[in-house]
């Protein structure tokens, strides 16, 4: 029974990572949210490690490049292709520090500020549905429940 039991947390698991998409639910409901056909293109082009970037951007404002791969979780590399990309969709700017021409400071523009509050305005709603459900569980029946999701993410083959 309890290979049963692990066979549908993985399968759960397993549809949820499939959900990330390029047309998933959370860009669906960010696409219904405006009427602006521009923000709507751009959304449509954003994966979630775009989204990511621009919700940490939004958060902490102007930025060193250096600096986004401890909040995303990112590395170095896949936050440079992320910011070039954002950069070429009109979402963010990159400029050289004036003080040390080496580093690489990054900002949204307005229409990037636009997502940042999208994405904002979406996490408090899952965060409310998400509540909704957590609210059937103990506060112990929860922590367990985190220990093994760190646990199965931490599994190296």
Do not use: C
Not at 100 to 105: F, G, I, M, R, S
Not at 116 to 124: E, I, K, S, V
């Amino acid at each position: 029974m309890m290979a049963t039991l692990i066979d549908q947390l993985m399968s759960e698991l397993n549809q949820f990572i499939a959900q990330d998409s390029v047309d998933d639910q959370e860009k669906q409901w960010a696409m219904h949210q405006t009427t602006d056909p521009q923000l709507q293109a751009v959304l449509k082009q954003l994966s979630t490690t775009d989204i990511k970037m621009i919700a940490v951007l939004g958060q902490v404002g102007a930025s060193r490049a250096k600096a986004l791969p401890a909040p995303t979780g990112l590395s170095q590399a896949t936050i440079s292709r992320g910011l070039t990309k954002l950069a070429r969709l009109g979402l963010a700017v990159k400029y050289r520090d004036l003080t040390n021409n080496k580093e690489v400071l990054v900002r949204l523009t307005p229409t990037g500020q636009q997502v940042a509050q999208l994405h904002t305005q979406l996490d408090a709603a899952i965060a409310q549905q998400a509540q909704a459900i957590a609210d059937d569980y103990s506060d112990a029946e929860l922590a367990r429940f985190v220990t093994l999701m760190k646990r199965i993410r931490e599994i190296r083959i």
